[in-house]
């Protein structure tokens, strides 16, 4: 539980977390290292390690590696099938995608990786995961059925499934890079269910003033990764990510 209730102690304390997500498939180990050192400096609370294509292997071994020579706050892997588990992580988003239609992202992956947490002692995280549209690459892979982005009332159905089956997170997004987050109007509706529940709010979300009106709606973390790739101060930009979310 440590890596859960570290997250939720900066919740408790500051709001909000940020939450940035590295894929090791977009940049070498070394690179994937300068940028969580940068993320970190801005003030980021932990990082996300995962990708929907190519981020597993040698590759996510090698990321941990090197990010874990630079960083002390907590890893967590966010891994699209059982090939995006590395035992150099502290933690692992175990999740499910609920609204996928392909039963291997609903349990069989979750089945197959289970020893592997086990026996490399990772602290699994349990999640709901819902993918809304536009869903981007994870959307596709995850054969997701995506959610409509102005129906709260279905996301609100998946996420009281998860909450009732015991999962302690909900991850939301609309996709890495989508030109549109999730709206205000479905993240308050997933807060006032989800209660106590932590809430994860990511796919879009470029710049302060958005992840303000994602936290202000209701989203207990936000994650952002496409920005760290394109921008270039991610210090600075993460900087500014984190101010607009923390009390
Ligand atoms: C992907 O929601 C995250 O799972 C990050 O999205 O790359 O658009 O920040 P972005």
Redesign the pocket.
């Known amino acids: 539980m440590r890596v859960e209730k570290y997250l939720n102690d900066i919740i408790e304390r500051d709001g909000t977390a940020h939450l940035t997500?590295i894929?090791p498939a977009s940049q070498s180990p070394d690179e994937s290292a300068s940028i969580a050192f940068a993320a970190v400096e801005g003030g980021t609370d932990a990082l996300?390690i995962?990708g929907s294509t190519g981020a597993g292997g040698i590759l996510l071994d090698q990321t941990l590696f090197k990010i874990k020579e630079q960083v002390e706050i907590p890893t967590i892997l966010?891994p699209a099938s059982i090939a995006g588990i590395s035992s150099h992580a502290d933690a692992i988003f175990f999740m499910s995608l609920l609204n996928s239609r392909d039963i291997s992202y609903i349990t069989t992956n979750q089945a197959m990786g289970a020893p592997l947490v086990y026996k490399y002692g990772i602290e699994p995280i349990s999640m709901a995961y819902l993918v809304v549209e536009p869903g981007?690459t994870?959307g596709w892979i995850g054969d997701a059925k995506l959610i409509p982005r102005n129906k709260p009332e279905i996301a609100v159905a998946y996420a009281l499934a998860g909450k009732y089956l015991g999962m302690h997170y909900t991850?939301i997004?609309?996709?890495?890079?989508?030109n549109k987050?999730i709206s205000p109007q479905m993240i308050g509706a997933l807060k006032k269910i989800l209660g106590e529940n932590k809430l994860i709010?990511?796919?879009?979300?470029?710049n302060g003033s958005t992840a303000k009106i994602c936290a202000d709606s209701g989203a207990d973390m936000i994650?952002?990764?496409?920005?760290?790739?394109e921008t270039t101060n991610v210090t600075e930009k993460i900087r500014e990510l984190v101010y607009a979310i923390k009390r």
């Open positions: 997500l894929d996300m995962g966010f981007g994870v991850y997004e609309a996709g890495s890079g989508a987050p709010v990511g796919g879009g979300i470029r994650v952002t990764g496409t920005i760290v790739e």
